[in-house]
């Protein structure tokens, strides 16, 4: 493996280091840190990449430490142990009256939904500051892991699980499919997928919403043909931008047409895709605000 160290090892990864090394078992670690055993994996391969060392041996029968695990085991604790500490002194310092709640969200899939929870929390709680950020979901993963934010509406469950938050299910999203107004298909009602097998798709990034490119991917092939990808957008926004140039098509959540889409027409699919939506937030973090915000969110209809 080369030695190389390209970025900062983040806390989540730690986290998932530690739980292997306890249980010497993916299995189980994943089951205890509730997460998908693939996705842990990726984590710690990620991690030895990052690292330039293999931590742990594996075979079929067993996993083991390697020395560089057993060096690295001892930092990883102490780094966690920190971190915590750093945590629990900064809250107890926090005055009630002068709390804060940050929140981060995608705007594109929660631009309507949030306004309105944070409008009746802020009626019932006038005296905790409220922040919102414009995120993607990678970076409110990033954000969730250093403390940056407090609670993220994440969007889809692929980041959520891999870093191993805390989350609940506020809803579910139908895809639909924005096509040139100029396009044949634009006059119709309802759009089967199966009739665009021709055409060149946009994606939303892969790199900023793990798993919405796969969706877009298994949508088409239960549509009978694999999608000829074109360009991956950063933004919902400029996938708009993009299918109103007239290149090519896209699969979008249906929340993108309160957006304004000039020379765009979004059409429902005879059988649509659908994502759940979560709102996520740090494993085994107390706060007492964000737990208020939650309680709020649930009253309004918006957990499940």
């Given at each position: 493996?080369?030695?190389?160290?390209?970025?900062?090892?983040?806390?989540?990864?730690?986290?998932?280091?530690?739980?292997?090394?306890?249980?010497?078992?993916?299995?189980?670690?994943?089951?205890?840190?509730?997460?998908?055993?693939?996705?842990?994996?990726?984590?710690?391969?990620?991690?030895?990449?990052?690292?330039?060392v293999a931590l742990f041996e594996r075979n079929r029968r067993a996993v083991h430490l390697t020395p560089a695990g057993e060096a690295f085991l001892a930092?990883?604790?102490?780094?966690?142990?920190?971190?915590?500490?750093?945590?629990?002194?900064?809250?107890?310092?926090?005055?009630?009256?002068?709390?804060?709640?940050?929140?981060?969200?995608?705007?594109?899939?929660?631009?309507?939904?949030?306004?309105?929870?944070?409008?009746?929390?802020?009626?019932?709680?006038?005296?905790?500051?409220?922040?919102?950020?414009?995120?993607?979901?990678?970076?409110?993963?990033?954000?969730?892991?250093?403390?940056?934010?407090?609670?993220?509406?994440?969007?889809?469950?692929?980041?959520?699980?891999?870093?191993?938050?805390?989350?609940?299910?506020?809803?579910?999203?139908?895809?639909?499919?924005?096509?040139?107004?100029?396009?044949?298909?634009?006059?119709?009602?309802?759009?089967?997928?199966?009739?665009?097998?021709?055409?060149?798709?946009?994606?939303?990034?892969?790199?900023?919403?793990?798993?919405?490119?796969?969706?877009?991917?298994?949508?088409?092939?239960?549509?009978?043909?694999?999608?000829?990808?074109?360009?991956?957008?950063?933004?919902?926004?400029?996938?708009?931008?993009?299918?109103?140039?007239?290149?090519?098509?896209?699969?979008?959540?249906?929340?993108?047409?309160?957006?304004?889409?000039?020379?765009?027409?979004?059409?429902?699919?005879?059988?649509?895709?659908?994502?759940?939506?979560?709102?996520?937030?740090?494993?085994?973090?107390?706060?007492?605000?964000?737990?208020?915000?939650?309680?709020?969110?649930?009253?309004?209809?918006?957990?499940?």
């Amino acid at each position: 493996m080369p030695r190389r160290h390209a970025g900062p090892v983040e806390l989540r990864h730690l986290r998932y280091f530690l739980a292997v090394a306890d249980h010497l078992n993916f299995t189980r670690a994943a089951v205890k840190l509730r997460v998908a055993q693939p996705a842990l994996s990726r984590q710690i391969r990620q991690l030895e990449e990052e690292l330039g060392v293999a931590l742990f041996e594996r075979n079929r029968r067993a996993v083991h430490l390697t020395p560089a695990g057993e060096a690295f085991l001892a930092e990883a604790r102490s780094v966690l142990a920190q971190s915590e500490r750093a945590i629990q002194v900064a809250q107890a310092t926090v005055d009630p009256h002068d709390a804060a709640l940050r929140i981060g969200y995608v705007w594109g899939l929660f631009h309507s939904r949030v306004p309105a929870v944070v409008e009746k929390f802020r009626r019932r709680f006038p005296q905790v500051a409220v922040h919102l950020f414009d995120y993607t979901a990678t970076e409110q993963v990033a954000a969730l892991a250093d403390g940056r934010l407090d609670l993220g509406f994440i969007g889809f469950e692929e980041e959520a699980e891999s870093a191993g938050l805390e989350r609940r299910r506020i809803g579910r999203c139908a895809f639909v499919i924005a096509l040139p107004t100029a396009h044949r298909a634009a006059r119709r009602r309802r759009v089967d997928l199966a009739s665009l097998a021709s055409e060149m798709f946009f994606a939303i990034s892969e790199r900023t919403y793990p798993g919405a490119a796969r969706l877009v991917a298994d949508a088409c092939r239960a549509a009978g043909f694999r999608p000829r990808i074109l360009q991956a957008a950063e933004r919902g926004h400029t996938l708009l931008g993009l299918v109103a140039g007239q290149c090519g098509v896209a699969l979008v959540p249906e929340s993108l047409a309160d957006l304004p889409h000039p020379g765009v027409v979004l059409r429902p699919l005879v059988n649509p895709p659908t994502a759940d939506l979560l709102v996520a937030w740090p494993p085994r973090r107390p706060n007492a605000v964000r737990d208020k915000f939650l309680m709020i969110l649930e009253e309004l209809g918006g957990t499940a």
